[in-house]
């Protein structure tokens, strides 16, 4: 029997206390003197809530900050049998779903559907890397006009004339003693201009 990922709704801002609550279970399960619950908890896995750095600049700092990026949602990895029938399927989603600030679990009425492999992976690989990969709160485009907040062009202002989302970098025309010149910044050292 393998394990597969789920995902169990959660109230808004309780993921994380619904997570220290079954990862409590576990433990309880673990240290039970009976079979059937140690068998519960081997088939009860990781608990994950997805989520993904952010970067922002403050005042010329580079600020990093964690957002979840599923908000509601928290995957556990669990195996539930092959079939419906199996004895402890019942069991196991009786006890996540008796979990204060647990509302079920996504899927039909009474059955969880497990996430398939590629999303799973997806989302392990972001939560993993969560620190490399970052995300820009601001959007730009082309003829954008902007401020730069940062810098030696602290104040001046421009039009965006070519993007690089990969690097997060922006080309700007910025007025030089009277001359526009194209000068490249940094997403975090331009902010639009409504």
Request: avoid cysteine; aromatic fraction near 8%.
């Amino acid at each position: 029997m393998a394990k597969k990922w789920y995902v169990v709704h959660a109230h808004s801002s309780y993921e994380n206390k619904v997570k220290s609550a079954i990862e409590d279970l576990l433990n309880n399960l673990k240290e039970s003197d009976k079979e059937e619950d140690k068998i519960i908890a081997e088939r009860i896995g990781e608990i994950l809530i997805p989520t993904e750095n952010i970067i922002s600049l403050k005042k010329g700092v580079k600020k990093e900050t964690s957002r979840k990026f599923f908000p509601g949602y928290v995957l556990i990895e669990m195996d539930l049998g092959e079939t419906k029938d199996d004895p402890y399927r019942k069991k196991i989603l009786q006890l996540i779903k008796s979990i204060p600030k647990v509302s079920g679990f996504l899927g039909t009425q009474n059955e969880p559907s497990p996430l398939n492999k590629e999303e799973v992976e997806r989302i392990i690989d972001q939560d993993k890397t969560g620190s490399k990969v970052t995300k820009m709160k601001r959007k730009f485009s082309k003829g954008d006009a902007v401020k730069i907040i940062n810098g030696p062009f602290d104040g001046f202002t421009g039009h965006i004339e070519e993007l690089n989302p990969e690097r997060e970098r922006a080309k700007v025309m910025v007025s030089i003693f009277g001359r526009a010149t194209p000068v490249e910044f940094d997403f975090l050292e331009i902010e639009r201009i409504t």
